[in-house]
């Protein structure tokens, strides 16, 4: 089954060489270097343009635009195309000539994103085409790591086995002091 709906459309097939080149030039972007082949062969199995917007729901980031007849389309922009660049805007980017980019001026490009391995593909295709397109200077390196666990099992806050960062820091820090 599949849903036929107005969508934009991200061209990311435009950077399926330049990544590849990217990746090449650069073999120390993306560890381990298991995460680095699936990149590697996901990149090689030919990448087509990717929606980043529906009309048929309602929760995600609104775009309006206006067609050249003047009619208004509302679309909802995927929530993850907004995670991705609050990466930089968090910092700065894109705040006009009356904002403070100094942030984005020290902190970018990142050092180093880590992420876990479920969104290796966002991190590692699809955020460096997007800074590619906006000729934006991309993270000097990615580490994508494996599930964390606790006691043995995946942590999850649908599971409720989650470490409060807060205790763990007080813990932490009591060890040091001691």
Known sequence: WVAKEESYFFRLSDYQDKLWQFYHDNPDFIAPESRRNEVLSFVKGGLRDLSVSRTSFSWGVPVISTREDGAEEEHVMYVWIDALTNYISALGYGS???????????????????????????????WPAMLMAADLPLPKRLFAHGWWTKEGQKISKSLGNVIDPVDLVDKVCRLVAS
């Open 96 to 126: 006009g000539e009356d904002g403070d980019a100094t942030k984005y001026e020290k902190f970018w490009p990142a050092a180093v994103h880590i992420v876990g391995k479920d969104i290796l593909r966002f991190h590692a295709v699809y």
